[in-house]
């Protein structure tokens, strides 16, 4: 009996594996990997585990979750962005639960299951939506900064729901504001004595574990405070995951909070699967088989109505159209906070398992949407604006050169781009500019710099920019449409025109000369080269000399920049920092800087820190005192010797 149930768990865990790494390659995210695991190993398909068995080891998850939110829930960051947190998040979640509860009630739900339904509907998710946006570099763009706005309000309407829950189930009594505001006002009584707690008893608790220096003792600490909080406010009569939460938001604000996250996350991952494992298991897909058609009709209704919703909100803010379009696109989806509800409704019998099935699918499924409505969210907003096209139909590119073939073409106004095009200005030279982002476009057209709307990989576009009358095209940034497209198309439609490449390295680098590059320059290795030739420079060789090697290097491919020696991965030929605190017997106490034989310890004094001042590079006849802090610079034995000296003589 042991063995088999040893063999189905290790038979579970292969198929997460199996899962997750197709779904990685496909691009969604691993949390469905986990509902799909829990789909094949529970009564929908091979029956070894059932939600119940899970439902204990599951529930730890959520509490690590909530722990780890609460370790980056930061007050500094949320009161610099109130206005849209407070604003526009609390209008969202509001809004679309209300919306959401009243279609559900009038739907022939109960009061109850339309709260619960308007709730998991409101959220959405923020491990998708923030590492597709940071992937995309949009973080600090205007929709970006929306989108996180109102994914931390959400975060933090968790909260409440936790404490709503459990009050919802309380033996079937009808829901009334005494109740809701007893709860609300037990849960605030319960937040206080854990601040008290956390503010004087938690950062004495880990200075004590800290100073152990036992990972082990650190790590079992963390676990033993996280799963202690929540025990205290279960025992109250509210959730696991809310003292959990609070116990992470009492020590985010600590020194400690790098190492508790790091600390914590191998375990808060582990358990965290096995809680969607078992969200996995409540899908019957009998269910899904039956209701299918009520699942893609309630699946179209929530991402439609979250995200004109949201656009909405965005557009009574003033906002604009593209970047309302771009944040309600982004947002559209529901969360994994929303299976965290979901999951404490059945616990609590407030949700019926028919229900709770077609709302897990359509969770499952917007979150497989997800990905691709946040990457195309913009494009898709410019469609709908008709940026694109009115660029194109308005732009009309006509270069005004003195002289024939005197015109270089920039393609690319990046970094890159415009430093060559502050230079081509200050001397006078004619150039021209495209480039695909109307942004960049529009504020330098502002400016009256040359610069064009247009895909260089269109024949019509180049040929607009006057190609054939170009002596020079420089192509300024690094995509693999260069070789593919952009380089042979150039080369084509001028055939005599000297064509530079930029690069990062000189990967590739005879690729590109064979598509047509006249020269390709590689960042990296032209950077060592200038190093170089300062450092010649300064050592008195001549500047024709120093421009004749770098000449060769060029035309050899700087087959003197590879090659090098290998060594072993140490960090003890680099030089570090140390602090040597100076007790009342120290050696050196009472003597002057001038009287320490640095030349023979061979390492350097940088400063010396005195009563909380620091002086750098104080004169030789400093006295040294008890208490002083010597500020030394030196490889590490170098470092353990002059501070054994130091001390001890």
Known sequence: MEHSFLIQVLSMLVIAIISIAILRRAGLPAILAYLVTGVISGPSGFNWFSQHQMQSVAELGVVLLMFSLGLEFSLPRLWAMRRTVFGLGSAQVIVTTLLAGCIAFFSSLSLVESIVVGSAVALSSTAIVLKLLNEQGWLRRRHGELSVSVLLFQDLAVVPLLILLPLLASGGEPLSLQSIGYALAEGVLAF???????????????????????????????????????????????????????????????????????????????????????????????????????????????????????????????????????????LAQVGEFSFVVLALAVNYQLLEIEL???????????????????????????????????????????????????????????????????????EAVPFLVLDLDPTRVSEARKAGEPVYFGDVCKRSILKQAKIRDAK?????????????????????????????????????MQELEEAGASQVIPETLEGSLMLVSQVLYQCGVPLTRILKRLEYERRNHYQYLHGFFSGAETDFTLEHLHAVALPKGANVVGQTLADIPWDKLRVELRAVRRSGAEVESPDHDWSIRSGDTLILLGKPRRIEKAEIYLLQG
């Not at 309630?298 to 004109?308: F, M, P, R, T």
């Not at 691709?372 to 008709?386: F, N, T």
């Not at 995509?479 to 490449?501: D, F, G, N, T």
């Open 192 to 330: 206080i004595a854990l601040m008290a707690f956390g503010k004087w008893g938690l950062p004495r608790l880990f200075d004590e574990v800290a100073r152990s220096r036992s990972n082990e003792l650190f790590m079992l600490s963390t676990l033993v405070v996280a799963l202690l909080t929540g025990a205290l406010t279960q025992w109250l009569g509210l959730s696991m995951a809310l003292g959990a939460f609070m116990a992470g938001m009492l020590l985010g604000e600590s020194q400690y909070k790098r190492q508790l996250e790091a600390d914590i996350r191998p375990f808060r991952d582990l358990l965290m699967g096995l809680f969607f494992i078992s969200i996995g298991m409540l899908i019957d897909f009998s269910l899904v088989l039956q209701f299918w058609w009520q699942i893609l009709i309630i699946l179209i209704a929530v991402i439609v109505g979250k995200a004109l919703v949201i656009f909405a909100l965005l557009r009574l803010a003033k906002e604009s159209f593209r970047i309302s379009v771009s944040t309600a696109l982004s």
């Open 356 to 426: 709770s099935t077609k709302l897990v699918m359509v969770a499952v499924l917007s979150m497989a949407i997800a990905p691709w409505l946040v990457r195309h969210s913009v494009d898709i907003a410019r469609r709908m604006q008709g940026v694109r096209s009115k660029a194109e139909k308005t732009m009309k590119i006509d270069p005004q050169v003195e002289h024939q073939n005197d015109l270089v073409l920039i393609l690319g106004y990046g970094r890159v781009g415009q430093t060559i095009a502050r230079f081509m200005k200050t």
């Open 472 to 508: 020079l095209i420089v192509l300024t940034f690094s995509s693999s449409r260069i070789l593919e497209e952009v380089l042979p198309l150039c080369r084509q439609l001028a055939p005599e025109a000297k064509i530079l490449v930029r690069t990062r390295d000189d990967t590739g």
